[in-house]
């Protein structure tokens, strides 16, 4: 029956038209992470606008290509005036903008945030069929898999490492960062230190636990005391006491793309370069 | 005396805690060892960590507890606090102004001069609004106004910045801590803390002359016009320099002279410094309450501060309520 339906329905619409209705020509990304996945994926004329953090080179790996395009601030009547025929949104972009675009009739694709490698893999196959760009994505994730195997093949360190940002926060598992601490072969000392599921690690405990490699975050422009933290003087101690390495978590470290890899080999050279 | 003796030992006390306690959970022997000779982490924590924490609770208390006194004395009203009055908002708006605008970073006293400068408009604006003798109400009104205007300010600068983290930051602002503080923090602000206690302490005895009121103390030979002077100028160097680093802690002030009025017959000159060591000790035991209650919440001292204050605010509004009553 449904068959039948179809084959009607194709009968009645022009191949043309059929296909076009198919492939977004016009999307608009409100989200660093899906504006990344969208620019790696789509065909230079079919995504629209990127969202405005794409261009802040400090969290985006992609603010030169983010230059192409349009950009938008995320608010519904800017979106809908660009007419879209689809927005890529994370699902904890605000609720009420996605709804207010759907109800304006736009078609809303909302991605979940990767926690792990394989969700990388999901997202661009997800990003891939939503674009009707599935071989592209296949060739990425293939792509992405073999750099994976590559980085599999070294061998495993005693190294230990702790992610240490913004507050004290720390990464543990289940997390993009724990997989790329991982894939750079140090293992988290965030797990020994009791911080498995991540949360504030007190200084003191940094200072007990005593990471070969301290990871912390890049400081935005002007001061917050939640950053001001990374200049205490015991960060410092550690690192000429102990002889830390320290890295920053850049701009690659923030989504869930093929870029986490490159963030696991700019802090693996380091490791490599000391033994 | 005896209340002095009491209270000196309390403070040093509650100092020696404040060192033994952190989320290290280090054995007190090790500790100790660690304080005294070099165990290179160890050593690191105390001295890095733990020793500025208690330092500057107790100094910051301290200069709190001290200036709430002074406030009170000089203005003949037991509601004047940096705190209510909204002087350590402003500070704290002079605090974030500078670090927000880089000019903080321009040289070492940079920061405290700053909230310094701006608590000292906060203080002669909320004399002048109030007048020489404050009556409770265009002096609440007076505070309200202030730390109202200067608590938006505050939020607004903060919402502007750059910096992503900074918006979440207004209850630091607004409520401090003294988490993760170094010794430098410490050294950047004793000199004012220092300067502003020695100028409150010499006019303890001007103040003692006010008691008997303005006209009574300018026959004595105070000079009314150096005297509001010199507190403003302390207020500010203490406020300014603490809110610059701590943030604004409330209720201190306030709470500590009420409590130790009666003790001393409401004599400023004995009031000024018993105040500064009960200052110290409130702060240092709520720093403490923090730390062993709450461990991983990184609690704000004024929470804690506010806990405790609120309560006897409203005690001493029904109080007064009750005086003009009769």
Known sequence: MRRIIAFLIGMLVPYGVFSMENTPQRVVSINLCTDQLAMMLAQPTQLFAVSHVAFDPLVSPMAIEAQNYELNYGFAEEIYMMQPDLVFASEYSNPALLNMLKRLGIKVEAFAPSQSFSDVKARIAQMGAALAQEDTAAQLIADFDA????????????????????????????????????????????????????????????????????????????????????????????????????????????????????????????AYDDN | MTIKLFLTTLVCTLFVISLFIGPAHLPISDSLVAIFSDQGMLTLIMYEIRLPRALLAALIGAGLGLSGAAMQCYLRNPLAEPGIIGISSTAALGAIIALQTGFAASFAFALPLSALLAAAIGVFIVLRLSGPTASSLTLILAGVAVSAFSGALLTLVLNLSPNPFAVYEVIFWMMGSVADRSMQDFWLILPFLALGAFLLLKSKNALDALTLGEDAAHSLGINMHNLRLVIIFGTACIVGASTAIAGAIGFVGLVVPHILRPLVKAQPSQLLPISALGGAALLLSADIFIRVVFPTKDLKLGVITALLGAPLFLHLIVKLRKGQAS
Not at chain 1, 153 to 179: D, F, K
Not at chain 1, 194 to 208: D, H
């Open chain 1, 147 to 270: 750099q994976l195997d590559d980085l599999n093949t070294r061998p495993s360190t005693q190294v230990s490492a702790m992610i240490y940002a913004a507050n004290g926060y720390t990464s543990g598992q289940n997390t993009l960062a724990h997989e790329i601490l991982e894939a750079a072969r140090y293992h988290n000392a965030a797990l020994e230190a009791g911080y498995a599921w991540g949360g504030k690690v007190p200084l003191e405990i940094l200072a007990i636990n005593r990471p070969d490699v301290l990871i912390t975050s890049s400081r935005y422009p002007a001061h917050s005391q939640a950053e001001a933290i990374l200049a205490h003087p015991i960060i410092k101690a550690l690192q000429s006491d102990t002889h830390q390495q320290q890295h920053l978590q850049d701009q690659d470290w923030v989504c869930g793309t093929p870029y986490v890899l490159r963030a696991a080999k700019n802090i693996m050279l380091g």
